[in-house]
Every structure is written in structure tokens, then in C-alpha cells.
């Protein structure tokens, strides 16, 4: 079985970063693709990034394009995004995922099999 745990997450102010980290074990990290989503309160699940089984291909929501930077350490089996000038709009449970299969991009979250626990990301006007 596949394992993924994220952390990271905490409060910050708008314009402040974090850096969120996802732990996977259970199979052989480097190949297979991974991404992150986020929920917010009564909102759907949305994709937020991805990038395929050696990090060098990767994919951003627009909402996120140009401050989220996501990779990943495929020898310590980790997976990171980088979160830069944080908006209120931001305030979410991150999740980090991985598909039954492929290591190409994804970006729907129906093709993701595994998920982590999620962490909370919360940012203050």
C-alpha cells in the first residue's frame, strides 16, 4: 500500500511563503507522477500542481502560476511545493497525490489513486 503524508502547513500573512513537503512510501517513488490539490471550506477539491516521475515536466493551475513551485527528491521519496506571495484566497487543506500508474502529468483528480492526510494552510489578510 502506498503512503503519503504531508506537512508544512501553518499560518502565515498574505505575501508570506511556505514550503509544504509530502513523505510517500510503499512503492517505487521515482516512477510515478505526483501532484497537489487543495480544498477549501464547501468548496470542491481543485489541482493546484503536478509534475511527472523525474520532476523535470510540470503543470500549475492558473490561480497559482508563477508563485507555486512544485518538486520533488525522488531519492529521499519526497515530493515539495513551494508556496510564495500567499493570498487569503490560498486558505486551504493541501493534499498531496499519486496515481495507480504513469508517470506522466495529471491534473484531474480522478486519476489519482493515493492521498495524503492533507495539511492546513491558512493566510491572514
Known amino acids: 500500500q502506498v503512503q503519503l503524508v504531508e506537512s508544512g502547513g501553518g499560518l502565515v500573512q498574505a505575501g508570506g511563503s511556505l514550503r509544504l513537503s509530502c513523505a510517500a512510501s510503499g512503492r517505487t517513488f521515482s516512477s510515478y507522477a505526483m501532484g497537489w490539490f487543495r480544498q477549501a471550506p464547501g468548496k470542491e477539491r481543485e489541482f493546484v500542481a503536478s509534475?511527472?516521475?523525474?520532476?523535470?515536466?510540470?503543470d500549475y493551475a492558473a490561480s497559482v502560476k508563477g508563485r507555486f513551485t512544485v518538486s520533488r527528491d525522488n531519492a529521499k521519496n519526497m515530493v515539495y511545493l513551494q508556496m510564495n506571495s500567499l493570498k487569503p484566497e490560498d486558505t486551504a487543506i493541501y493534499y498531496c497525490?499519486?496515481?495507480?500508474?504513469?508517470?506522466?502529468?495529471?491534473?484531474?483528480?480522478?486519476?489519482?489513486?493515493?492521498w495524503g492526510q492533507g495539511t492546513q494552510v491558512t493566510v491572514s489578510s
Open positions: 497525490a499519486t496515481p495507480r500508474s504513469g508517470g506522466g502529468l495529471y491534473r484531474s483528480l480522478y486519476q489519482y489513486h493515493y
Open positions: 509534475l511527472n516521475w523525474n520532476g523535470i515536466v510540470t
